[in-house]
C-alpha cells in the first residue's frame, strides 16, 4: 500500500488544520488501522494518533490529545487528522501509515510510510 498525506501548510500558532491520507496506489483503506506520526526537525518519528478500521476505537499521543482528532471516511477511502490550537511545537512532516492488524492502535504496529506532509507553525 502506497500512502500519500496532504493538506500540511504554513499556519500561525493557535491556528487549524486537516490532513488527509489516502492511498496512492488503489487500495482500499478500509481493512486496515490508520496512524499519523510526526518527525520534527532533527528529531526521530515519533506517534501522534491511531483508529481501527472501523472507526470507533482511537488512540492520541499526549501532546495530541485534546487538540486533535482523528478520523476517516472509508466511503471516500481517506483518513483525516483534525489539528486545532496548532503550537509551534508542532511543526514537523507529519506522515501516514497503516496497521495490517484492522483493530491495531500501538504504535509499534505501523509502516508502509507514504510521502509526507510538512506543517510548520510559526509563532
Known amino acids: 500500500v502506497q500512502l500519500q498525506a496532504s493538506g500540511g501548510g504554513l499556519v500561525q500558532t493557535g491556528g487549524s488544520l486537516r490532513l488527509s491520507c489516502a492511498p496512492s496506489?488503489?487500495?482500499?483503506?478500509?481493512?486496515?488501522?490508520v496512524g499519523w506520526f510526526r518527525q520534527p526537525p532533527g528529531k526521530e518519528r515519533e506517534f501522534v494518533a491511531s483508529?481501527?478500521?472501523?472507526?470507533?476505537?482511537?488512540r492520541y499521543a499526549d501532546s495530541a490529545k485534546g487538540r486533535f482528532v482523528i478520523s476517516r471516511d472509508n466511503g471516500k477511502n481517506t483518513g483525516y487528522l483534525e489539528m486545532k490550537s496548532l503550537k509551534p511545537e508542532d511543526t514537523a512532516v507529519y506522515y501516514c501509515?497503516?496497521?495490517?492488524?484492522?483493530?491495531?492502535?500501538?504504535?509499534?504496529?505501523?509502516?508502509?510510510w507514504g510521502q509526507g506532509t510538512l506543517v510548520t507553525v510559526s509563532s
Open positions: 501509515g497503516i496497521s495490517t492488524n484492522p483493530y491495531g492502535l500501538e504504535p509499534q504496529e505501523y509502516g508502509y
Open positions: 496506489s488503489g487500495d482500499t483503506l478500509s481493512s486496515f488501522a
Open positions: 483508529i481501527i478500521w472501523s472507526g470507533t476505537r482511537t
